[in-house]
């Protein structure tokens, strides 16, 4: 190519990554939102402009049900996964001699695929699994617990530890990034170490603990795998209703109309979450 | 000025492992004057600081503050406050609400500390910026808000380490006398680790001067100046030649020394240095030294030399002249009085030297 002008090497440089997104991002998005007006003729497609699918997701108790729940979860699971993550974190980052072995064994889980993972939850929560044995042999309860598996909870601990690694890494990042001397200057202008990390650790980590939060809660909500094969009837999502439509069902258009429908709930959440984060961040002085 | 002692230390030591950065440490600070720690870098200072602050538990000793053994008290309980050498000012809260964050921890009411603040900041001449981010600060600006932040607390003793070494040679200065003149007019002690010796020397009261962990010697600027007590201190403030003497007559404040450069001068002892029956070292400063093309008048000690290298400063020029029998040139320094440089490497010179110019610096140990 004879790059000529400025323009025109703009052009051609920014071109991989035009491509690359205007194929794998713009097309299917635009695919989508297309299905989404479009009406399932029971074997066929009628492509008249129509907003029925949206009218039908927006009416049907399930659907809203469904989205709720997924998000409830997904927030459960950024919460719990988050709260546990922060101490990890501050340990290798402040405390730990040898962080690079920490950092490691953190990322442990991620030798093996997600799906044995999640069998391997279902082999220790489930009937006869390995926490009910345990509890039985040691005569602490008389019958197998019921309640460990098939649940939102199953749910919620399965996909906590799974992100945990995701959440360790960026507060980790954060907390390794504070300048010592501030926490020094914290306790030479009169805090106690629970008063400095309030006033100065917690605020500079919020960039790492909202980067957390959003990595774990975006994918969360979408999630279909772990409701499917740990959840039960309780702990469906709104994914496992889209993947019905995608399959049983074969109602393409109102699957496309209920993903859309995800992203923008999902969309919406996270931005008024980082808003309300940093600003609550500006308020600690 | 008072007196009394604002900090005592005894005996101090700290030891890292089997490494000793501060060994036995004594000193007494007295209150409302400027002290400074001056040394090389890595001999102790900043470890010596944080004792006082609280950061370091000395391995041995006793730190006492006003009166009161610090021992076991946290560094956030101390009547103590720090201005760091990166300043550390936080860099998610603006001017005000960094200097307003230990008096919210003292839980004052909000019109009080707002008053406090805008008062600190008039004084280090940042009145009004409040509202900027410590991320729009220029390097001096970072500087008096962390000096704003340590004074708004009204603490007994202000420690600062190294605060001007990351400005530049200019705004050093300037600094410098405004740290002075708050200093003065606040009445607080300050105690200030440097290794630069002239910061030490245009701002102190008293200057601690420190190798390898130990103090060697505590005094006024024009003390240590004139009377150091050993070649070590000589030689690291200030320039210094140094010429090995023999002894002919030891008198009661006084003794009668000969040198390659002069024979029988009588100088006076000093008391900073231990005595002994030897010969000893004497030092002369530069600036001491007159040089001239003729013999020169009214001299107590006039000697002959050639110039070996001329150095040009603009407010003085540095001769170096090779004196006869001495391993190292001679180092004489004159005030450039009407833009000229007198002589040039290779001219034949005289030195004239005053008998009180000629400091005794003691027996002459091999170093
Ligand atoms: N926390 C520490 N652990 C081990 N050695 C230290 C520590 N702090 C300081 N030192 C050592 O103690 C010596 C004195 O350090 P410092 O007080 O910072 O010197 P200065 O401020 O005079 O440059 C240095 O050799 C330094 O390496
Ligand atoms: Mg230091």
Not at chain 1, 143 to 152: C, D, G, K, R, V
Not at chain 2, 150 to 167: F, T, W
Not at chain 2, 278 to 289: F, K, M, N, T, Y
Request: hydrophobic fraction near 45%; proline fraction near 5%; charged fraction near 20%.
């Amino acid at each position: 190519m004879n790059l000529r002008s400025e323009g025109a090497k703009g052009v051609a440089l920014s071109a991989p990554a035009t491509v690359y997104v205007g194929f794998l991002v713009a097309a299917p998005l635009l695919i989508l939102v297309a299905y989404s007006m479009w009406t399932q003729t029971y074997v066929d497609i009628d492509r008249t402009p129509t907003l029925a699918n949206y009218r039908e997701a927006f009416t049907d108790p399930l659907v809203r049900h469904l989205m709720i729940r997924s998000i409830l979860i997904a927030a459960a699971v950024t919460v719990v996964t988050v709260a546990l993550a922060y101490p990890i974190a501050y340990f290798i980052a402040i405390r730990a001699q040898k962080k690079t072995l920490w950092l490691l064994l953190i990322t442990i889980p991620f030798w093996s695929s997600y799906l044995l993972r999640v069998f391997a939850w279902k082999l220790i929560l489930g009937f006869n699994g390995v926490l009910n044995s345990a509890l039985l042999a040691l005569g602490l309860i008389d019958e197998p617990l019921t309640f460990l598996l098939y649940n939102e909870f199953a749910v919620v601990l399965t996909l906590a530890h799974a992100w945990a690694p995701f959440a360790i890494l960026p507060i980790f990042v954060s907390i390794q990034k504070i300048d010592p001397s501030l926490l020094e200057a914290a306790t030479d202008l009169g805090s106690s170490r629970i008063e400095s990390f309030l006033r100065v650790t917690l605020p500079l980590t919020l960039p790492g603990i909202i980067a957390a939060c959003l990595v774990i809660f975006i994918p969360t909500v979408g999630d279909y795998v772990t409701p499917s094969l740990v959840g039960g009837s309780d702990g469906k999502m709104i994914a496992n209703l889209i993947q019905v439509q995608f399959g049983a069902a074969n109602n393409w258009p109102l699957g496309a109309t209920l993903s859309l429908l995800a992203m923008l709930s999902v969309g919406f959440v996270a931005i008024v979450f980082v808003l309300s984060a940093n600003g609550f961040g500006r308020r600690i002085r | 000025m008072t007196e009394t002692n604002i900090i005592e230390m005894t005996g101090v030591e700290k030891r890292f492992g089997t490494f000793t950065a501060v060994s036995d440490l004594s000193l007494s600070l007295r209150e409302g004057e400027f002290f400074s720690l001056l040394g090389p870098s890595g001999c102790g200072k900043t470890t010596a600081l944080r004792m006082i602050a609280g950061f370091q538990e000395p391995t041995d000793g006793r730190v006492t503050i006003d009166g009161q053994d610090m021992q076991g008290i946290a560094a956030n309980k101390r009547p103590t406050n720090m201005v760091f050498q990166s300043y550390a000012i936080f860099p998610h809260l603006d001017v005000g609400d960094n200097v307003a964050y230990g008096l919210r921890n003292r839980g004052l009411k909000k019109a009080e500390i707002e008053n406090r603040v805008s008062e600190a900041l008039e004084m280090v001449e940042l009145g009004g910026l409040q509202r900027r981010r410590a991320n729009e600060l220029s390097g001096g600006q970072r500087q008096r808000v962390a000096l704003a932040r340590a004074l708004v607390m009204r603490p007994k003793v202000l420690l600062l380490d190294e605060p001007l070494s990351a400005l530049d040679k200019k705004l050093r200065e300037q600094m410098q006398f405004e740290m002075r003149r708050l200093q003065r007019n606040l009445g607080i002690t300050f105690v200030m680790v440097t290794h630069d010796q002239y910061e030490a020397m245009t701002m102190s009261d008293r200057i601690g001067v420190m190798f390898d962990g130990k103090l060697v010697q505590v005094d006024s600027p024009e003390t240590l100046y004139a009377k150091p007590c050993n070649r070590e201190v000589a030689s690291f403030i200030g320039e210094m030649n140094f010429l090995p003497a023999q002894v002919s007559a030891r008198q009661e404040n006084s003794l009668t020394v000969t040198t390659t450069c002069f024979e029988n001068l009588k100088i006076e002892t000093n008391p900073n240095v231990r005595q002994g029956y030897g010969d000893i070292l004497v030092g002369i400063r530069p600036e001491q030294i007159e040089i001239a093309a003729k013999q020169p008048d009214g001299y107590d000690a006039t000697f002959r030399g050639d110039v070996v290298n001329v150095a040009f400063y603009g407010e003085n020029v540095h001769y170096h002249v090779r004196v006869e029998g001495l391993d190292r040139p001679v180092s004489a320094s004159v005030p450039n009085y009407f833009h000229m440089v007198d002589f040039r490497e290779g001219d034949s010179v005289w030195l004239g030297v005053q008998s009180a110019s000629v400091i005794d610096l003691g027996e002459n140990e091999p170093s």
